[in-house]
Antibody, heavy 116, light 113 residues
Framework: EVQLVESGGDLLQPGGSLRLSCAAS????????MHWVRQAPGKGLVWVSR????????SYADSVKGRFTISRDNAKNMLYLQMNSLRAEDTAVYYC?????????WGQGTLVTVSS | DIVMTQSPDSLAVSLGERATINCKSS????????????LAWYQQKPGQPPKVLIY???TRESGVPDRFSGSGSGTDFTLTISSLQAEDVAVYYC?????????FGPGTKVDVK
């Protein structure tokens, strides 16, 4: 059974940093592109970032470019999102997502709240 | 960026009746390599992550009831629930995976009338 379990969400002040983690199991992690998608409270879905199966290529939404870094450790079946210079508008549930072109498996999400 | 729009914003349908949701992309999402439209539909129930229903515009994900169907091509797409069940109450999103940034529609909330 495919499982994606996010962790690391927290309440922090603007300007702070946080690293989200996603533990993957039930599939060959190193074969898949992985993504982070976020959802602000009561709002819609927004794609944040993606990373190629071998980690050699990454992409970001303009809203997070230069502040967020996606990475992965295929030996540990882990996906990460390093978030720096956090802003109030980054407040959201962050989902770890596997893709086979479309987004076929989603984690339950982890909540990041940025507030003073 | 490809902008995705959906209509209506919300709809209420009687149990057993048809629900139709429209999605429009600001440019074609037809992937020339396989001649398929890079369009997916997701269902999100309160407190849950989204779940894929349809991909390549019309291919139903394994385990999804056949009352859900997708159609359309190019820039105009439709998700149809042929006979609404109580468990279908949710927000439905379309998404293009043709080009970065992958973008979602704003969502359509479906309720029981």
């Amino acid at each position: 059974e495919v499982q994606l379990v996010e962790s690391g969400g927290d309440l922090l002040q603007p300007g702070g940093s946080l690293r989200l983690s996603c533990a993957a199991s039930g599939f060959t992690f190193s074969n898949y592109w992985m993504h982070w998608v976020r959802q602000a409270p009561g709002k819609g879905l927004v794609w944040v970032s993606r990373i190629k199966s071998d980690g050699s290529s990454t992409s970001y939404a303009d809203s997070v470019k230069g502040r967020f870094t996606i990475s992965r450790d295929n030996a540990k079946n882990m996906l990460y999102l390093q978030m720096n210079s956090l802003r109030a508008e980054d407040t959201a549930v962050y989902y770890c997502v596997r893709s086979s072109w479309y987004f076929d498996y989603w984690g339950q999400g982890t909540l990041v709240t940025v507030s003073s | 960026d490809i902008v995705m729009t959906q209509s209506p914003d919300s709809l209420a349908v009687s149990l057993g009746e048809r629900a139709t949701i429209n999605c429009k992309s600001s440019q074609s999402v037809l992937y020339s390599s396989n001649n398929k439209n890079s369009l997916a539909w997701y269902q999100q129930k309160p407190g849950q992550p989204p779940k894929v229903l349809i991909y390549w515009a019309s291919t139903r994900e394994s385990g999804v009831p056949d009352r859900f169907s997708g159609s359309g091509s190019g820039t105009d797409f439709t998700l149809t629930i042929s006979s609404l069940q109580a468990e279908d109450v949710a927000v439905y999103y379309c998404q293009q995976y043709y080009s970065i940034p992958f973008t979602f529609g704003p969502g359509t909330k479906v309720d029981v009338k």
